[in-house]
């Protein structure tokens, strides 16, 4: 299986260590202008080779014109759909980075993509979620969310997956815009409420710690408080139990084997994520916000 990465960032890196190692995988291209980037890519690559986790990648400044079983396309989001138009037609399958793109006539996409591209929403493929599928209602929190708006999205997706039921309403409050870490992106510090359609699920975000004493992150899905990085959740009657978590480090060679095994696998499809960004999308315009996410 080939695979062409595109932008090597910090997301793109992680992409393409996750690959290191699989068996299935016969040769990577990672392209990115950015040789400092690059530079930061190839000694990844090294480090994979010395600890016996070796990966067939060759790195470029522009995109090679190849052929490829799979795309991930990890750029800026202002980026992502030229490169997706570039390489749409030699590509078996695409997964997308998100936020996917910042102008709506930019989701407008053949209606056959449904079944070979997806939007890397990595929550809703990881088993350690379904413990809460089939119940009646789910509900997520999220105290102290770093970055609203470009992690809202992941969050959004996880309610409407674990519930079966597409997104019927958003409503957004901002209370401070930021420069993000991307240079001409921007952030917003405020709170985000979700629900799918028959409020089955709700989802309520915000940058705003749980009390005065600005504790860190609190993050609850209906009576679970999951601690990601930590790997544990804590019911409600305060037993702690394992919650593994996994890294996109690790998950992105477990996608890509089963796209060349099933043709599928557990990433939502291009619509399904499109919908939910455009309806986000459109809420942010209502209230006023320009700014370009990542």
């Known amino acids: 299986m080939k695979v062409l990465i595109v932008g090597a960032g910090n997301i793109g890196r992680r992409h393409m260590q996750a690959l ?5 995988i016969t040769g990577v291209n990672v392209a990115d202008p950015s040789t400092k980037c690059l530079k930061i890519a190839k000694k990844m690559a090294l480090d994979e080779e010395r600890a016996g986790r070796g990966i067939n ?13 799979l795309t991930i396309i990890a750029t800026n989001a202002n980026e992502r759909r030229a490169v997706w138009d570039k390489v749409r037609d030699r590509s078996g399958f695409v997964i997308l980075e998100k936020f996917l793109f910042n102008k709506v006539d930019e989701y407008d996409a053949p209606r056959h993509d449904k079944k070979r591209t997806f939007v890397n929403c990595s929550r809703r493929a990881m088993p350690c979620y379904d413990s809460f599928l089939g119940q009646e209602k789910v509900t997520i929190y999220y105290y102290g ?10 969050f959004i997706d996880l309610m409407c997956y674990l519930t079966g039921s597409p997104l019927a309403g958003i409503d957004v409050q901002i209370s401070k815009a930021y420069k993000s870490k991307r240079r001409g992106y921007w952030d917003a510090d405020g709170r985000i409420i979700a629900t799918t359609e028959g409020v089955k699920g709700m989802c309520y975000l915000t940058t705003t710690a749980m009390s005065k004493k600005k504790q860190g992150p609190l993050y609850i899905v209906n009576d679970a408080q999951i601690d990601e990085s930590g790997m544990t959740a804590k019911g409600a009657d305060g037993v702690i139990s394992a919650f593994k978590f996994e890294l996109q480090s690790k998950m992105t060679g477990r996608i890509a084997v089963d796209l060349m095994k099933r043709g599928t696998c557990g990433l939502p499809d291009y619509w399904t994520s499109a919908e939910v960004h455009m309806m986000f999308l459109e809420q942010l315009r209502r209230i006023g916000w320009k700014n370009p996410i990542t």
């Open 57 to 69: 990648v060759h790195f470029h400044t522009t995109i090679p014109e190849c052929t490829n079983d």
């Open 20 to 24: 290191a190692g699989v068996p299935e």
């Open 145 to 154: 969310l770093d970055g609203l708006l470009c992690n809202a999205i992941h």
